[in-house]
């Protein structure tokens, strides 16, 4: 059964490094996500991207952040300069015709 | 601001019982519900999706949807102990379909 992978798994980092965080959605999907979850709170939205463009961002998703389609298979999700309010799970999600399907998530961890 | 509300709990129920788990959303716009299970550090698994009044069946799982009241529920039969996690409700209200979490329902069942 197809599904969403994200590499790494858990990414260390000190604040005010760059991140990249890697994702790669079903196949033949057309709509790609990000979400993120800070531990004990909400699934949050951050931003949506359809035809190689941001179709919706949440307040969230601000000049630190940026999305990006390098080929026809990766969807990465960069923060320029990480902050400590940034620590959480981030999920990447895509969808074809139907409901989103999740990844299994990056743990990103600011120290 | 979209909301979509629900008990954090948790909701034990003993093994073989009905659990109910309800949720309600603020935006009368909203088109597409959804029901994810999300166990713990892991990324939520849509197990039901409903669009129209009334109720759709799918194994064990009910999700009814009331948009008069903007009222969502899943009634899970017959529960399990694997059934323990929380479950996020989640409104799409169209666009290019992000979807509004709330916060989940941690359900606990008691063998």
């Known amino acids: 059964e197809p599904e969403v992978t994200q590499t790494p798994s858990h990414q260390v980092t000190q604040m005010g490094q760059e991140v990249i965080l890697r994702c790669v959605p079903i196949?033949?999907?057309?709509?790609f996500y990000w979400y993120r979850q800070i531990l004990g709170q909400k699934v949050e939205f951050l931003v949506s991207f359809y035809n190689n463009e941001i179709s919706e961002k949440s307040e969230i998703f601000d000049d630190q952040f940026s999305v990006e389609r390098p080929d026809g298979s990766n969807f990465t999700l960069k923060i320029r300069s990480t902050k400590l309010e940034d620590s959480a799970m981030y999920f990447c999600a895509s969808r074809g015709t139907g409901e989103q399907f999740f990844g299994p998530g990056t743990r990103l961890t600011v120290l | 601001q979209k909301e979509v509300e629900q008990n954090s709990g948790p909701l034990s129920v003993p093994e073989g019982a009905i659990a109910s788990l309800n949720c309600t959303y603020s935006?009368?716009?909203?088109?597409?519900f959804f029901w994810y299970r999300q166990y713990s550090g892991k990324s939520p698994e849509l197990i039901m999706f409903i669009y129209s009044n009334g109720d759709k069946e799918d194994g064990r799982f009910t999700a009814q949807l009331n948009k008069a009241s903007q009222y969502v529920s899943l009634l899970i039969r017959d529960s399990q102990p694997s059934d323990s996690a929380t479950y996020l409700c989640a409104v799409n209200s169209g666009g290019y379909q992000k979807v509004t979490f709330g916060i989940g329902t941690k359900l606990q069942v008691i063998p």
């Open positions: 935006d009368r716009g909203s088109q597409s």
């Open positions: 196949s033949n999907h057309l709509y």
